[in-house]
């Protein structure tokens, strides 16, 4: 099972950009699919961006669709979302996860990290 170790987030107020990175060990990194997702208090944690094997297919939530590039390098085994024109309802702990699975579901993904948080001030 691939771990996978998030960083990058923070405070930012709104308008800003943050760039978050998420580390992959313990498998081959190129195999997987990797996807973003955000969870507030007391809420489901919800898909926000993903990206196949080689970065051919990437898909987005309509929420962050214009705002936000999910990349990945797998030189480095690490994918990113770069994050931009932050809104306050950006504010969440954003996880990383990964698939074996390359159409991008979103019930498909799993091996979750440990989340990063992500707070935009108004």
């Known amino acids: 099972q691939v771990q996978l170790v998030e960083s990058g987030g923070g405070l930012v107020q709104a308008g800003g950009s943050l760039r978050l990175s998420c580390a992959a060990s313990?498998?081959?990194?190129?195999?997987?699919?990797m996807g973003w997702f955000r969870q507030t208090p007391g809420k489901e944690r919800d898909f926000v961006a993903a990206?196949?094997?080689?970065?051919?297919?990437?898909n987005y939530a309509d929420s962050v669709k214009g705002r936000f590039t999910i990349s990945r390098d797998n030189a480095k085994n690490t994918v990113y979302l770069q994050m931009n024109s932050l809104i306050p309802e950006d504010t969440a702990v954003y996880y990383c996860?990964?698939?074996?699975?390359?159409?991008?579901?979103?019930?498909?993904?799993?091996?979750w990290g440990q989340g990063t948080q992500v707070t935009v001030s108004s």
């Open positions: 996860a990964a698939s074996l699975d390359q159409r991008l579901i979103p019930g498909t993904f799993g091996s």
């Open positions: 313990g498998r081959t990194f190129s195999n997987y699919a």
């Open positions: 990206i196949s094997r080689w970065g051919i297919n990437i």
